[in-house]
Nanobody, 126 residues
Framework: QLQLVESGGGLVQPGGSLRLSCAAS????????IGWFRQAPGKEREGVSC?????????DYADSVRGRFTISRDNAKNTVYLQLNSLTPEDTAVYYC??????????????????WGQGTQVTVSS
């Protein structure tokens, strides 16, 4: 069964940090671009960041997280990470990872392919 499993969420104070993990099972992550999305209560799901396949040389970020979040991948561990720094209450949401498409040039696109997993809850509160 092919699936992506998110983990690493939790409760953190404003200004704090978390690292989210997206682990693949049933397939090799190397050949897939991966994106992180989030959904806050009462809001639409939005794209947060994505990373291209293989070396992950191409990344993209939503304007709201650029400079605070960093996406990376460790193909040896079959895992993609999202480092969240300088968190604010507006970052509170369930975070999901999913396969995303790429352009012909290899740039990842914040557009979801496939099904959503359970996600991991991030709560930023004092």
């Amino acid at each position: 069964q092919l699936q992506l499993v998110e983990s690493g969420g939790g409760l953190v104070q404003p200004g704090g940090s978390l690292r989210l993990s997206c682990a693949a099972s049933g397939f090799t992550l190397d050949y897939y671009a991966i994106g992180w999305f989030r959904q806050a209560p009462g809001k639409e799901r939005e794209g947060v960041s994505c990373i291209s396949w293989r070396s992950g040389s191409s990344t993209d970020y939503a304007d709201s997280v650029r400079g605070r979040f960093t996406i990376s991948r460790d193909n040896a561990k079959n895992t993609v990470y999202l480092q969240l720094n300088s968190l604010t209450p507006e970052d509170t949401a369930v975070y999901y990872c999913v396969v995303v498409p790429t352009t012909v040039q290899g740039k990842c696109l914040l557009r979801a392919l496939g099904s959503w997993g359970q996600g991991t809850q991030v709560t930023v509160s004092s």
